[in-house]
């Protein structure tokens, strides 16, 4: 199925250093949603973007609508510990009366104490 | 329910045999996906419910798959004769009603369905 090209895959980290992640896509979104997943669990949102060019933070979380709707980014400052998991970006798009979501390949956090 | 539930969260069966997945929705949630999600990779997208109907179920691998909702809630995700690629854990997720309204657009997923064809 259709994916999004979700960069880098794979991250490790020490704790305190900033991360930067990002996903690209051919296709126009409305929606850019974040999520993170923790190992036998659910994703769960992180932040929703709505609008082009709209910055949004949550915590020491802060995400980024593209101007072209193509392509957001996540950064996460000051990373911990429990930060350690795996991120999702999805795009939402709505056609033929159908709400459509895709998801990111996803990109793997691991932190250093 | 005040989240997503997805049961059983873990199911081992033989190859050959049926399994049935059930996710029962957010109350009020009128929108139901099931995902796939492989060892180590994405969210591979299954089926759309809007209620009982489903105007998307492009992504279902093959015709052992199959779903459905009643009742505008409760749905089950049927595999018919197991195959050991089926193996894989299968979320769902809701969404309530709300063309156009930015807070609707969020899915709330469940833990998941943890299954391994032996």
């Known amino acids: 199925g259709q994916q999004l090209n979700q960069s880098p895959q794979s991250m490790f980290i020490q704790e305190g250093e900033d991360v930067s992640m990002n996903c690209t896509s051919s296709?126009?979104?409305?929606?850019w949603l974040w999520y993170k997943q923790d190992p036998g669990e659910g994703p769960v949102l992180l932040i929703a973007?709505?609008?082009?060019?709209e910055l949004t933070s949550n915590g020491r979380l802060t995400a980024q609508f593209g101007i072209t709707r193509k392509d957001s980014f996540l950064n996460i400052s000051a990373s911990i510990p429990s930060d350690v998991g795996i991120y999702f970006c999805?795009?939402?798009?709505f056609g033929s009366g159908t709400y459509k979501y895709i998801f990111g390949t996803g990109t793997r956090l691991k932190v250093l104490a | 329910g005040a989240g997503v539930s997805q049961s059983p969260s873990n199911k081992v069966t033989e190859k050959g045999k049926d399994v049935e997945l059930r996710c029962d929705p957010i109350s009020g949630h009128t929108a139901l996906y099931w995902y796939r999600q492989s060892l180590g990779q994405g969210l591979e997208f299954l089926i759309y419910f809007q209620g009982n109907s489903a105007p998307d179920k492009s992504g279902l691998p093959s015709d052992r798959f199959s779903a459905e909702r009643t009742g505008g809630s409760v749905s089950t995700l049927t595999i018919q004769r197991t195959q050991q690629e089926d193996s894989a854990v299968y979320l769902c997720?809701?969404?309530?009603?709300?063309?156009?309204?930015?807070?609707?657009?969020?899915?709330?997923f469940g833990a998941g369905s943890r299954l391994t064809v032996l």
């Open positions: 999805a795009g939402q798009s």
């Open positions: 973007l709505y609008k082009a060019g």
């Open positions: 997720a809701s969404r309530e009603r709300g063309q156009g309204t930015s807070g609707a657009n969020v899915l709330t």
């Open positions: 296709s126009i979104f409305n929606t």
